[in-house]
């Protein structure tokens, strides 16, 4: 339970990607990155439910293995590239009757966050009561937004406006979203759909606990940091 109320671990897995061509069924170690997501959730002192919105039979097979198998597939329109992650979770929390408490989004796809990560986060969340909702979020160097361009009319055009010859030095620190922990009232998510409320706090995420996978080349890198850091026991160290 955070702040009196329960926590549902949602874990979105779609069986379709076009970056990486079933990525959620992508290996670990042995176990696929979904397990490793229901590991995680499952080795959480703060999680009492966990459940895995897919539109795939052999992802929800695993999922009712694992004992986080929601009462129905989610429908194909709610599988497709287009899809919101929003709307998945909605259908999810409406096929499952979660009617209060928190959701906390575990995207499959940030296979190398921890389970000290996880409570550090939840530790946070109960300590600012005024916050609505916490994400976790990455320090973004390069590129900086300020030195992003866009080609307009066959010519180089500063995306924001700004001058991208600026030393990056001298540019306000950024941040991104990381996509490895959302956690959000079910009531935010349901009647204002949205992940981010206006009173969202951040989570600082170190950036070898950052990856996400999105392509070909974030899979070299996390099998780069995973060859650095040595065998895992699995994704709740």
Not at 198 to 215: A, I, Q
Request: glycine share 6%; hydrophobic share 40%; aromatic share 4%.
């Amino acid at each position: 339970m955070i702040r009196g109320e329960r926590l549902t671990a949602i874990i979105p897995a779609r069986g379709g990607s076009k970056g990486i061509p079933r990525k959620n069924m992508f290996r670990i170690d042995g176990e696929t990155i979904v397990e490793r997501s229901i590991r995680l959730a499952r080795a959480s002192g703060w999680v009492d439910r966990i459940l895995v919105t897919t539109d795939d039979p052999e992802i929800y097979d695993i999922a009712r293995k694992h004992d986080a198998a929601p009462p129905s597939l989610r429908p194909p329109h709610l599988a497709t590239d287009l899809a919101t992650t929003i709307d998945a979770v909605n259908h999810l929390i409406a096929d499952a009757k979660i009617e209060e408490g928190y959701v906390l989004l575990l995207q499959p796809t940030s296979p190398l966050r921890t389970a000290a990560d996880l409570d550090s986060l939840c530790k946070e969340f109960e300590a600012h009561p005024d916050a609505q909702a916490i994400v976790s979020v990455v320090r973004h160097d390069s590129p900086h937004p300020d030195k992003i361009i866009v080609l307009d009319g066959g010519y180089v055009r500063s995306y924001l406006g700004t001058n991208p010859s600026v030393p990056r030095q001298s540019l306000p620190v950024v941040h991104a979203i990381n996509g490895a922990f959302y956690i959000v009232p079910v009531r935010v998510l349901v009647e204002q759909r949205t992940f981010l409320p206006e009173r969202t706090m951040p989570f600082e995420m170190p950036v070898e606990r950052s990856v996400n996978l999105d392509g070909p080349l974030d899979l070299l890198l996390m099998e780069a940091l995973l060859k650095r850091a040595g065998p895992s026991k699995n994704g709740a160290e």
